[in-house]
C-alpha cells in the first residue's frame, strides 16, 4: 500500500490523494496488482538473483511491457535487484538519494521490496512517495527527485526505457529536507 508523507506534515495512503499531490509535478503513478501467476513465485521474493534468473523472472511480467510498448512507447526493460547483500549498495543508493534530474523519464515497476521516491512541490512542500509491490511510477524528463530505500533495504524494480541514453543522473542544488 503505498503512502505519501510532506514536509507539511501531512500523510495518507489514499490513491486519490497521493495522485493529487504528483498530478501537480505531471508524476504518474498506479497499482497493477502483480500478476497472479507471479504473486506465489519463488524467483520474486529471493533475494539475490542471477543474471537467468533475472531474465526468467522478467519473462513473468512481459504482459506489463507490452502493455508499456502500447501505450508510452517503451522500447527496453531491464531488472534492479537490491538487498542489504548488494556488492556496492551504498555507493549505489549514493547517486539515486541527491535530488536530481534526467534527460529522459523515470518508468519503474515495483515486484518485491519497497523504496521511497522523494519529490518538491509546486508548493516547496517537499513529498516522499513510499512504494512496494504493484505500484507503477512514471516520472517526467528533468523532474526533481531523488530515491531511497527503506529500513528493509530490498526492491526489486521493473526500469522500462524508451531512450536509456538520457538516464544518467542530473544533480541539481536542491537539499532533501524530509527523510
Ligand atoms: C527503484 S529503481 C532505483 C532508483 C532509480 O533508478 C532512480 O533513478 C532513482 O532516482
Ligand atoms: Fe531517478
Ligand atoms: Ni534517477
Known amino acids: 500500500m503505498a503512502t505519501i508523507s510532506t514536509t507539511s506534515g501531512y500523510a ?14 505531471e508524476v504518474f503513478f498506479s ?12 524467483l520474486r521474493k529471493t533475494p539475490s ?15 506489463i511491457f507490452l502493455r508499456l510498448q502500447k501505450e508510452m512507447g517503451m522500447k527496453s526493460r ?3 535487484v537490491l538487498h542489504p ?12 538519494s541527491p535530488c536530481h534530474t534526467h534527460d529522459d523519464e523515470e518508468v519503474r515497476y515495483i515486484i518485491d521490496g519497497e523504496g521511497e521516491f522523494g519529490f518538491v512541490l509546486p508548493t516547496g512542500e517537499q513529498a516522499l512517495l513510499k512504494i512496494g ?7 517526467p524528463k528533468n523532474t526533481e527527485h531523488w530515491f531511497v530505500l527503506t529500513e528493509k533495504r530490498c526492491i526489486k524494480a ?22
Open 158 to 179: 521493473i526500469r522500462y526505457f524508451s531512450d536509456t541514453a538520457g538516464w544518467v543522473p542530473k544533480y541539481t542544488s536542491t537539499k532533501v529536507k524530509i527523510s
Open 31 to 42: 497499482n497493477w496488482p502483480i500478476p497472479a501467476a507471479m504473486e506465489a513465485s519463488k
Open 85 to 96: 547483500g548488494t556488492p556496492g549498495l551504498s555507493e549505489m543508493l549514493d547517486r539515486f
Open 133 to 139: 509491490p504493484g505500484d507503477f511510477i512514471r516520472i
Open 78 to 80: 531491464d531488472l534492479i
Open 49 to 63: 538473483l542471477d543474471e537467468l534468473e533475472k531474465k526468467n523472472l522478467l519473462e513473468g511480467f512481459e504482459e
Open 12 to 25: 495518507t495512503d489514499d490513491t486519490v490523494a497521493i495522485n493529487r499531490y504528483l498530478e501537480s509535478i
